[in-house]
């Protein structure tokens, strides 16, 4: 089965950025689609970017055009650049397929706050 290890996370400053990383093992990663997930503090994970086998990307409303996924097929990875973060950004950041496969990641905690 998958599994995903994402990392990267860390407390910045509205209108700043950063880049998450997430490393699938356990499958074969170029047979599938991924997305990134995000659960805000009291509301449930929400898909946020997707990119599919051909590297199509797809963007929720409230990270369009200022979010970009990306993956590395050589690396078995995936990675979110996060430009002009804002406190809605907060929460805890997942990795997985899409759709997910029922298992996840510990996450990684992202924290925009002045």
């Known amino acids: 089965q998958a599994q995903f290890v994402e990392s990267g996370g860390a407390s910045v400053q509205p209108g700043g950025s950063l880049r998450l990383s997430c490393v699938v093992s356990g499958g074969h990663f170029t047979w599938y689609q991924y997305a990134w997930y995000r659960q805000a503090p009291g509301k449930q994970r929400e898909v946020i970017a997707i990119i599919s086998r051909s590297s199509d990307e797809n963007y929720a409303r409230s990270v369009n055009g200022r979010f970009t996924i990306s993956r590395d097929n050589e690396k078995d990875s995936l990675y979110l650049q996060m430009n002009n973060l804002n406190r809605e950004d907060t929460g805890v950041y997942y990795c997985?397929?899409?759709?997910?496969?029922?298992?996840w990641g510990q996450g990684t905690q992202v924290t925009v706050s002045s």
């Open positions: 997985n397929r899409l759709p997910d496969i029922g298992s």
